[in-house]
Protein backbone atom coordinates (compact mmCIF):
# COMPACT_ATOMS: atom_id res chain seq x y z
CA UNK A 1 0.00 0.00 0.00
CA UNK A 2 3.02 2.55 0.01
CA UNK A 3 2.38 4.09 -3.02
CA UNK A 4 -0.84 4.04 -2.49
CA UNK A 5 -0.59 6.28 0.18
CA UNK A 6 2.60 8.27 -0.67
CA UNK A 7 1.40 9.18 -4.76
CA UNK A 8 -2.30 9.83 -4.18
CA UNK A 9 -4.03 9.44 -0.84
CA UNK A 10 -1.35 11.75 1.29
CA UNK A 11 -1.03 14.22 -1.38
CA UNK A 12 -4.64 14.13 -2.11
CA UNK A 13 -5.91 14.80 1.28
CA UNK A 14 -2.59 17.51 2.03
CA UNK A 15 -3.46 19.45 -1.10
CA UNK A 16 -7.40 18.98 -2.37
CA UNK A 17 -9.73 20.95 -2.83
CA UNK A 18 -12.50 18.29 -1.83
CA UNK A 19 -14.70 18.82 0.35
CA UNK A 20 -13.94 15.77 2.73
CA UNK A 21 -10.08 17.22 2.63
CA UNK A 22 -8.41 19.62 4.28
CA UNK A 23 -6.81 22.09 2.21
CA UNK A 24 -6.32 25.05 4.73
CA UNK A 25 -9.86 26.88 4.39
CA UNK A 26 -11.53 25.32 7.68
CA UNK A 27 -10.20 26.52 10.95
CA UNK A 28 -8.39 29.10 13.05
CA UNK A 29 -5.21 26.44 13.48
CA UNK A 30 -3.96 25.76 9.90
CA UNK A 31 -4.48 22.67 8.36
CA UNK A 32 -3.45 19.55 9.33
CA UNK A 33 -0.90 17.30 7.24
CA UNK A 34 -0.84 13.42 7.16
CA UNK A 35 2.07 11.87 5.83
CA UNK A 36 2.99 7.89 5.95
CA UNK A 37 5.67 5.58 6.90
CA UNK A 38 6.06 2.86 4.62
CA UNK A 39 6.81 -0.51 6.42
CA UNK A 40 4.74 -3.67 6.27
CA UNK A 41 1.39 -4.86 7.11
CA UNK A 42 3.05 -6.66 10.12
CA UNK A 43 5.36 -4.22 11.61
CA UNK A 44 2.03 -2.08 11.29
CA UNK A 45 0.10 -4.31 13.48
CA UNK A 46 3.01 -4.47 15.77
CA UNK A 47 2.80 -0.76 16.15
CA UNK A 48 -0.54 -1.40 17.70
CA UNK A 49 0.03 -3.75 20.17
CA UNK A 50 0.21 -7.19 18.13
CA UNK A 51 2.46 -9.89 18.76
CA UNK A 52 3.57 -8.68 22.01
CA UNK A 53 5.12 -5.68 21.16
CA UNK A 54 4.35 -2.09 22.52
CA UNK A 55 1.93 -0.18 21.56
CA UNK A 56 1.96 3.72 19.88
CA UNK A 57 -1.43 5.63 19.38
CA UNK A 58 -0.26 8.99 19.17
CA UNK A 59 -0.32 11.20 16.20
CA UNK A 60 3.02 9.62 14.62
CA UNK A 61 0.68 6.40 14.75
CA UNK A 62 -2.62 7.30 14.23
CA UNK A 63 -3.76 4.48 11.82
CA UNK A 64 -2.37 1.38 10.45
CA UNK A 65 -2.76 0.24 6.62
CA UNK A 66 -2.47 -3.51 6.42
CA UNK A 67 -3.75 -6.10 3.24
CA UNK A 68 -3.17 -8.41 6.13
CA UNK A 69 -6.57 -6.95 8.58
CA UNK A 70 -6.74 -8.29 12.57
CA UNK A 71 -7.96 -11.51 13.32
CA UNK A 72 -9.94 -12.04 16.06
CA UNK A 73 -7.24 -12.45 18.59
CA UNK A 74 -4.75 -9.86 17.18
CA UNK A 75 -8.05 -7.41 17.14
CA UNK A 76 -8.22 -8.72 21.33
CA UNK A 77 -4.36 -7.45 21.45
CA UNK A 78 -4.35 -4.62 20.37
CA UNK A 79 -7.89 -3.57 22.35
CA UNK A 80 -6.15 -4.81 25.56
CA UNK A 81 -4.23 -1.56 25.28
CA UNK A 82 -7.35 0.53 26.34
CA UNK A 83 -6.73 2.65 29.29
CA UNK A 84 -10.29 3.55 30.27
CA UNK A 85 -12.35 0.44 29.11
CA UNK A 86 -16.39 0.75 29.23
CA UNK A 87 -19.05 -2.00 29.26
CA UNK A 88 -17.85 -2.31 25.57
CA UNK A 89 -14.27 -1.76 24.22
CA UNK A 90 -13.54 0.94 21.61
CA UNK A 91 -13.21 -1.02 18.83
CA UNK A 92 -10.71 -1.13 16.30
CA UNK A 93 -12.39 -0.73 13.05
CA UNK A 94 -11.07 -2.73 9.55
CA UNK A 95 -12.42 -0.26 6.65
CA UNK A 96 -11.29 -1.63 3.08
CA UNK A 97 -10.18 2.00 1.29
CA UNK A 98 -9.30 0.25 -2.47
CA UNK A 99 -8.89 -3.07 -4.33
CA UNK A 100 -5.20 -3.85 -5.02
CA UNK A 101 -4.01 -6.51 -7.29
CA UNK A 102 -1.06 -9.34 -6.72
CA UNK A 103 1.03 -9.80 -9.98
CA UNK A 104 2.93 -12.58 -10.21
CA UNK A 105 6.52 -11.68 -11.49
CA UNK A 106 8.55 -13.82 -13.85
CA UNK A 107 12.24 -13.62 -14.57
CA UNK A 108 12.76 -15.80 -17.46
CA UNK A 109 15.89 -18.74 -17.25
CA UNK A 110 18.87 -17.61 -19.09
CA UNK A 111 19.00 -18.97 -23.09
CA UNK A 112 15.07 -19.42 -22.46
CA UNK A 113 12.16 -18.07 -24.54
CA UNK A 114 8.55 -18.27 -23.92
CA UNK A 115 5.30 -17.31 -25.59
CA UNK A 116 1.66 -18.33 -24.82
CA UNK A 117 -0.99 -17.90 -27.64
CA UNK A 118 -3.11 -15.95 -24.97
CA UNK A 119 -0.06 -13.80 -24.15
CA UNK A 120 2.52 -13.08 -26.98
CA UNK A 121 5.92 -12.75 -25.21
CA UNK A 122 5.10 -14.01 -21.92
CA UNK A 123 3.56 -17.39 -19.93
CA UNK A 124 0.11 -17.30 -18.47
CA UNK A 125 -0.18 -19.73 -15.09
CA UNK A 126 -3.01 -22.05 -14.65
CA UNK A 127 -4.47 -21.59 -11.20
CA UNK A 128 -2.94 -25.80 -10.46
CA UNK A 129 0.28 -24.40 -11.96
CA UNK A 130 0.49 -21.56 -10.03
CA UNK A 131 0.14 -23.13 -6.45
CA UNK A 132 2.44 -25.93 -7.71
CA UNK A 133 5.09 -23.73 -8.20
CA UNK A 134 5.02 -22.41 -4.83
CA UNK A 135 4.46 -25.66 -3.21
CA UNK A 136 7.48 -26.74 -4.41
CA UNK A 137 5.39 -29.79 -6.53
CA UNK A 138 6.23 -27.92 -10.24
CA UNK A 139 10.10 -27.32 -9.73
CA UNK A 140 10.99 -27.20 -13.44
CA UNK A 141 10.42 -24.15 -16.15
CA UNK A 142 9.77 -26.61 -18.70
CA UNK A 143 6.97 -28.23 -16.89
CA UNK A 144 4.78 -24.85 -17.18
CA UNK A 145 2.28 -25.65 -20.21
CA UNK A 146 -1.08 -23.61 -19.46
CA UNK A 147 -2.94 -22.31 -22.44
CA UNK A 148 -0.74 -22.65 -24.91
CA UNK A 149 2.62 -21.57 -23.42
CA UNK A 150 5.78 -22.60 -25.44
CA UNK A 151 9.24 -22.42 -23.71
CA UNK A 152 12.43 -23.01 -25.87
CA UNK A 153 15.80 -22.78 -25.34
CA UNK A 154 18.25 -24.64 -23.15
CA UNK A 155 18.12 -22.71 -20.06
CA UNK A 156 14.00 -23.96 -19.70
CA UNK A 157 15.22 -27.15 -18.03
CA UNK A 158 16.34 -25.43 -15.27
CA UNK A 159 15.07 -25.34 -11.67
CA UNK A 160 12.60 -22.20 -10.39
CA UNK A 161 13.82 -19.82 -7.96
CA UNK A 162 10.69 -18.97 -5.65
CA UNK A 163 11.34 -15.03 -4.48
CA UNK A 164 9.10 -14.45 -1.07
CA UNK A 165 9.07 -11.13 0.89
CA UNK A 166 11.67 -11.00 4.17
CA UNK A 167 8.98 -10.18 6.06
CA UNK A 168 5.18 -10.25 7.43
CA UNK A 169 3.67 -8.77 4.39
CA UNK A 170 -0.37 -7.94 2.88
CA UNK A 171 0.75 -9.00 -0.28
CA UNK A 172 1.67 -12.42 0.91
CA UNK A 173 -1.56 -12.73 2.75
CA UNK A 174 -3.53 -12.05 -0.30
CA UNK A 175 -1.27 -14.48 -2.48
CA UNK A 176 -1.39 -17.64 -0.02
CA UNK A 177 -5.40 -16.82 1.12
CA UNK A 178 -5.92 -17.34 -3.15
CA UNK A 179 -3.48 -20.45 -3.16
CA UNK A 180 -5.73 -21.77 -0.59
CA UNK A 181 -8.96 -21.80 -2.37
CA UNK A 182 -6.83 -23.73 -5.13
CA UNK A 183 -5.87 -26.30 -3.06
CA UNK A 184 -6.52 -26.53 0.83
CA UNK A 185 -4.87 -29.39 1.49
CA UNK A 186 -1.85 -29.22 3.96
CA UNK A 187 1.88 -29.53 3.35
CA UNK A 188 4.97 -29.61 5.51
CA UNK A 189 6.50 -26.16 6.36
CA UNK A 190 10.04 -24.90 6.67
CA UNK A 191 9.28 -25.43 10.30
CA UNK A 192 8.43 -28.76 9.97
CA UNK A 193 4.58 -28.55 10.82
CA UNK A 194 1.73 -29.59 8.60
CA UNK A 195 -0.60 -26.61 7.74
CA UNK A 196 -2.43 -25.20 5.01
CA UNK A 197 -1.64 -21.99 3.18
CA UNK A 198 -5.00 -20.59 5.08
CA UNK A 199 -2.92 -21.07 8.41
CA UNK A 200 0.38 -19.62 7.27
CA UNK A 201 -1.62 -16.58 5.59
CA UNK A 202 -1.28 -14.63 9.27
CA UNK A 203 0.32 -13.51 12.09
CA UNK A 204 3.82 -15.30 12.98
CA UNK A 205 3.14 -17.89 10.04
CA UNK A 206 2.72 -14.96 7.09
CA UNK A 207 6.83 -15.79 6.70
CA UNK A 208 6.29 -19.43 6.31
CA UNK A 209 6.31 -21.21 3.42
CA UNK A 210 6.56 -24.90 2.17
CA UNK A 211 9.78 -26.97 2.79
CA UNK A 212 9.56 -28.09 -0.87
CA UNK A 213 9.29 -24.90 -2.42
CA UNK A 214 12.94 -23.99 -0.99
CA UNK A 215 11.92 -20.05 -1.16
CA UNK A 216 14.79 -17.28 -1.47
CA UNK A 217 14.15 -14.15 0.49
CA UNK A 218 15.53 -10.43 0.11
CA UNK A 219 17.78 -8.80 2.06
CA UNK A 220 15.90 -6.00 2.82
CA UNK A 221 11.79 -5.92 3.88
CA UNK A 222 9.32 -4.61 1.52
CA UNK A 223 7.73 -5.52 -2.25
CA UNK A 224 9.76 -3.05 -3.45
CA UNK A 225 13.08 -4.85 -2.32
CA UNK A 226 11.69 -8.47 -3.77
CA UNK A 227 10.59 -6.95 -7.57
CA UNK A 228 14.62 -5.80 -6.98
CA UNK A 229 15.66 -9.44 -6.27
CA UNK A 230 13.10 -11.24 -8.89
CA UNK A 231 14.73 -8.95 -11.85
CA UNK A 232 18.46 -9.17 -10.54
CA UNK A 233 17.81 -13.03 -10.20
CA UNK A 234 17.25 -15.47 -13.90
CA UNK A 235 14.97 -18.20 -13.48
CA UNK A 236 13.28 -15.91 -10.61
CA UNK A 237 9.01 -15.94 -9.86
CA UNK A 238 7.58 -13.55 -7.05
CA UNK A 239 4.87 -11.64 -6.42
CA UNK A 240 3.86 -8.13 -5.79
CA UNK A 241 1.48 -5.13 -5.67
CA UNK A 242 0.99 -4.43 -9.34
CA UNK A 243 1.92 -0.82 -8.34
CA UNK A 244 5.13 -1.87 -6.89
CA UNK A 245 5.81 -4.03 -10.30
CA UNK A 246 5.18 -1.63 -12.36
CA UNK A 247 7.80 0.78 -10.65
CA UNK A 248 10.52 -1.27 -11.76
CA UNK A 249 11.44 -0.52 -15.44
CA UNK A 250 12.63 -4.09 -15.53
CA UNK A 251 8.61 -5.26 -15.81
CA UNK A 252 7.46 -2.53 -17.82
CA UNK A 253 8.35 -2.99 -21.44
CA UNK A 254 7.06 -1.67 -24.63
CA UNK A 255 3.88 -2.35 -25.33
CA UNK A 256 3.01 -6.35 -25.48
CA UNK A 257 6.37 -7.38 -23.78
CA UNK A 258 7.26 -9.45 -26.40
CA UNK A 259 10.51 -11.58 -26.59
CA UNK A 260 11.17 -9.99 -23.06
CA UNK A 261 12.97 -12.17 -20.31
CA UNK A 262 10.65 -10.13 -17.22
CA UNK A 263 6.99 -9.83 -17.04
CA UNK A 264 4.18 -10.17 -14.65
CA UNK A 265 2.14 -13.45 -15.63
CA UNK A 266 -1.78 -12.88 -16.95
CA UNK A 267 -3.25 -16.01 -14.69
CA UNK A 268 -6.14 -18.24 -14.57
CA UNK A 269 -10.04 -16.37 -14.59
CA UNK A 270 -11.70 -19.43 -15.12
CA UNK A 271 -11.48 -21.53 -11.70
CA UNK A 272 -9.41 -24.84 -11.58
CA UNK A 273 -10.94 -27.86 -13.42
CA UNK A 274 -12.45 -25.82 -16.74
CA UNK A 275 -11.87 -27.40 -20.37
CA UNK A 276 -11.63 -24.10 -21.67
CA UNK A 277 -8.96 -21.72 -19.25
CA UNK A 278 -9.23 -18.11 -19.64
CA UNK A 279 -6.94 -15.91 -18.17
CA UNK A 280 -6.78 -12.39 -16.42
CA UNK A 281 -4.16 -9.70 -16.84
CA UNK A 282 -3.17 -8.16 -13.29
CA UNK A 283 -3.62 -4.75 -15.18
CA UNK A 284 -6.25 -2.83 -17.07
CA UNK A 285 -4.09 -1.80 -19.72
CA UNK A 286 -2.13 -5.27 -20.23
CA UNK A 287 1.61 -5.22 -19.87
CA UNK A 288 2.30 -1.35 -20.72
CA UNK A 289 4.59 1.43 -19.18
CA UNK A 290 1.48 3.70 -19.10
CA UNK A 291 -0.66 4.53 -16.18
CA UNK A 292 -3.62 1.47 -15.26
CA UNK A 293 -5.76 0.21 -13.17
CA UNK A 294 -5.53 -3.00 -11.44
CA UNK A 295 -7.94 -5.47 -12.54
CA UNK A 296 -10.31 -5.72 -10.30
CA UNK A 297 -13.57 -3.93 -10.33
CA UNK A 298 -15.70 -7.17 -11.07
CA UNK A 299 -14.32 -9.27 -8.22
CA UNK A 300 -16.92 -10.26 -5.79
CA UNK A 301 -15.34 -10.98 -2.73
CA UNK A 302 -16.69 -13.28 0.10
CA UNK A 303 -16.72 -13.92 3.60
CA UNK A 304 -17.39 -10.00 3.77
CA UNK A 305 -18.61 -9.45 7.64
CA UNK A 306 -21.65 -7.03 7.50
CA UNK A 307 -19.83 -4.53 9.87
CA UNK A 308 -16.39 -3.07 9.68
CA UNK A 309 -16.33 -3.72 13.30
CA UNK A 310 -15.74 -7.31 12.79
CA UNK A 311 -12.87 -9.41 11.75
CA UNK A 312 -11.96 -8.88 7.78
CA UNK A 313 -8.78 -11.68 7.69
CA UNK A 314 -10.91 -13.97 5.86
CA UNK A 315 -11.99 -11.82 2.99
CA UNK A 316 -10.62 -13.33 -0.38
CA UNK A 317 -11.87 -13.34 -4.04
CA UNK A 318 -12.30 -16.95 -6.19
CA UNK A 319 -10.92 -18.98 -8.79
CA UNK A 320 -12.79 -18.17 -11.43
CA UNK A 321 -13.95 -14.01 -11.92
CA UNK A 322 -14.75 -11.57 -14.51
CA UNK A 323 -11.12 -10.01 -14.50
CA UNK A 324 -8.33 -10.81 -12.51
CA UNK A 325 -8.54 -13.31 -9.94
CA UNK A 326 -5.91 -12.40 -7.30
CA UNK A 327 -7.19 -9.11 -6.07
CA UNK A 328 -7.25 -8.41 -2.56
CA UNK A 329 -8.28 -5.30 -0.23
CA UNK A 330 -6.38 -2.79 1.41
CA UNK A 331 -7.32 -1.94 5.09
CA UNK A 332 -7.35 1.58 7.02
CA UNK A 333 -7.45 0.37 10.44
CA UNK A 334 -8.47 3.22 13.09
CA UNK A 335 -10.36 3.22 16.67
CA UNK A 336 -14.15 4.19 17.66
CA UNK A 337 -13.15 6.28 20.48
CA UNK A 338 -9.23 7.21 20.18
CA UNK A 339 -9.91 9.00 23.81
CA UNK A 340 -9.48 5.09 24.89
CA UNK A 341 -6.01 4.70 24.30
CA UNK A 342 -2.88 6.31 25.27
CA UNK A 343 -1.26 8.93 24.01
CA UNK A 344 -4.22 10.51 21.65
CA UNK A 345 -5.58 13.32 21.38
CA UNK A 346 -8.79 15.25 19.97
CA UNK A 347 -6.93 16.44 17.04
CA UNK A 348 -5.42 12.80 16.06
CA UNK A 349 -9.37 11.67 15.78
CA UNK A 350 -10.54 14.92 14.14
CA UNK A 351 -7.44 14.60 11.36
CA UNK A 352 -7.91 10.92 11.29
CA UNK A 353 -11.41 10.90 10.40
CA UNK A 354 -11.15 13.76 7.93
CA UNK A 355 -8.82 11.92 6.34
CA UNK A 356 -10.71 8.48 5.76
CA UNK A 357 -13.79 10.37 4.74
CA UNK A 358 -11.43 11.57 1.71
CA UNK A 359 -10.32 8.61 0.68
CA UNK A 360 -13.77 6.85 0.63
CA UNK A 361 -15.40 10.02 -1.55
CA UNK A 362 -15.69 8.95 -4.50
CA UNK A 363 -16.80 12.65 -6.04
CA UNK A 364 -14.61 15.74 -6.87
CA UNK A 365 -10.93 14.60 -6.20
CA UNK A 366 -12.08 12.00 -3.81
CA UNK A 367 -9.81 9.69 -2.83
CA UNK A 368 -12.05 7.11 -4.32
CA UNK A 369 -12.22 8.89 -7.33
CA UNK A 370 -7.88 9.51 -7.70
CA UNK A 371 -7.07 5.82 -7.14
CA UNK A 372 -7.56 4.18 -9.85
CA UNK A 373 -5.10 4.41 -12.35
CA UNK A 374 -1.99 4.63 -10.48
CA UNK A 375 -2.30 0.86 -10.56
CA UNK A 376 -4.45 0.54 -7.55
CA UNK A 377 -8.94 -0.06 -8.03
CA UNK A 378 -11.53 1.71 -6.48
CA UNK A 379 -13.63 -0.09 -4.10
CA UNK A 380 -16.15 -2.06 -5.69
CA UNK A 381 -20.28 -1.41 -5.13
CA UNK A 382 -20.81 -4.15 -3.54
CA UNK A 383 -17.47 -4.11 -1.02
CA UNK A 384 -18.94 -0.86 -0.10
CA UNK A 385 -22.11 -2.27 0.28
CA UNK A 386 -21.09 -5.22 2.72
CA UNK A 387 -19.39 -3.18 5.00
CA UNK A 388 -20.95 0.33 4.51
CA UNK A 389 -17.73 1.29 5.37
CA UNK A 390 -18.48 4.99 4.69
CA UNK A 391 -21.77 5.27 6.62
CA UNK A 392 -20.62 3.29 9.30
CA UNK A 393 -17.28 5.30 9.11
CA UNK A 394 -18.76 8.41 9.84
CA UNK A 395 -20.95 6.91 12.74
CA UNK A 396 -17.93 5.72 14.42
CA UNK A 397 -16.03 7.90 14.23
CA UNK A 398 -18.48 11.17 14.79
CA UNK A 399 -15.88 14.57 15.59
CA UNK A 400 -16.56 17.78 16.62
CA UNK A 401 -16.60 21.04 14.26
CA UNK A 402 -13.89 21.40 11.93
CA UNK A 403 -12.80 24.92 13.28
CA UNK A 404 -10.79 22.84 16.38
CA UNK A 405 -8.62 21.44 14.03
CA UNK A 406 -4.78 21.68 14.80
CA UNK A 407 -1.90 20.91 12.81
CA UNK A 408 -1.00 17.04 12.69
CA UNK A 409 1.56 14.76 11.60
CA UNK A 410 0.34 10.89 11.06
CA UNK A 411 2.26 8.28 10.01
Known sequence: MKLAYTTVFDPGFNTSSNPAACNGSHGTHGKPTVSYTATSSGA????????GHPASFGATN?????????????RAEIENNETSKGSAPASVLSIPVAQESIAVIVHLPASCTATSASAPGRLVLGNQTLEGIFRGTISKWSAILDGGDQLTGLGCSSAITRVVRLDS?????????????INPAPFKTETAKEQTWGEVSEGGANT?????????????????????KVAEVAGSIGYASLANAR?????VPPAGGSGQATFWAPVQDSGTTATKEKFGDPSTGG?????????????KYSSAPPSVQETWQAVTTATKEKGYTLCGLANQLVLTK??????????EELTASNFLSFELEKKGGGGQ??????????LPKKARQSGGQRHQAGRLLATSPGNSRRSVRLD
Open 44 to 51: GLESWGVN
Open 62 to 74: AFVATEEPPNPAQ
Open 169 to 181: AGSTHILKRYLNL
Open 208 to 228: VWPAAAAVVRPAKTGDTAEVA
Open 247 to 251: ANAAF
Open 287 to 299: ETAGASTANCAKV
Open 338 to 347: FSAYPGTSLE
Open 369 to 378: QLIAGNGYAA
